[in-house]
Nanobody
Framework: EVQLVESGGDLVQAGGSLRLSCTAS????????IGWFRQAPGKEREGISCISNSDGSTFYKDSIEGRFTISSDSAKNTAYLQMNSLKPEDTAVYYCAAGPKLSLPTIATYFGVLETTDFEFWGQGTQVTVSS
């Protein structure tokens, strides 16, 4: 059974930090790119970051670049999103997803967008709330 399980979401004050984890099972982790998406109330789900488990290439949406860092540990089948300098507008449910194209970070960087349709498996989400 394929599973992606996110954890680490919490309530934090503006300027604070959180680290989200995404632990995968049921598929070959190294054959996939891992993406992080978020969805705020009343808004569409947006892709914010992605990492290739083949070459470590990454993509960051402009709004989070310089504040968030994506990483991946193949030995633990786990990807992470370190979030620093959090802002109230970062409040959302955060999802991780796995996509079979290892070049997804490069593609997203070229087009400037990470598409939900490129991802095959999804986690259930974890809530991040940033208070002002």
């Amino acid at each position: 059974e394929v599973q992606l399980v996110e954890s680490g979401g919490d309530l934090v004050q503006a300027g604070g930090s959180l680290r989200l984890s995404c632990t995968a099972s049921g598929f070959t982790f190294d054959d996939y790119a891992i993406g992080w998406f978020r969805q705020a109330p009343g808004k569409e789900r947006e892709g914010i970051s992605c990492i290739s488990n083949s070459d470590g290439s990454t993509f960051y949406k402009d709004s989070i670049e310089g504040r968030f860092t994506i990483s991946s540990d193949s030995a633990k089948n786990t990807a992470y999103l370190q979030m620093n300098s959090l802002k109230p507008e970062d409040t959302a449910v955060y999802y991780c997803a796995a996509g079979p194209k290892l070049s997804l970070p490069t593609i997203a960087t070229y087009f400037g967008v990470l598409e939900t349709t490129d991802f095959e498996f999804w986690g259930q989400g974890t809530q991040v709330t940033v208070s002002s």
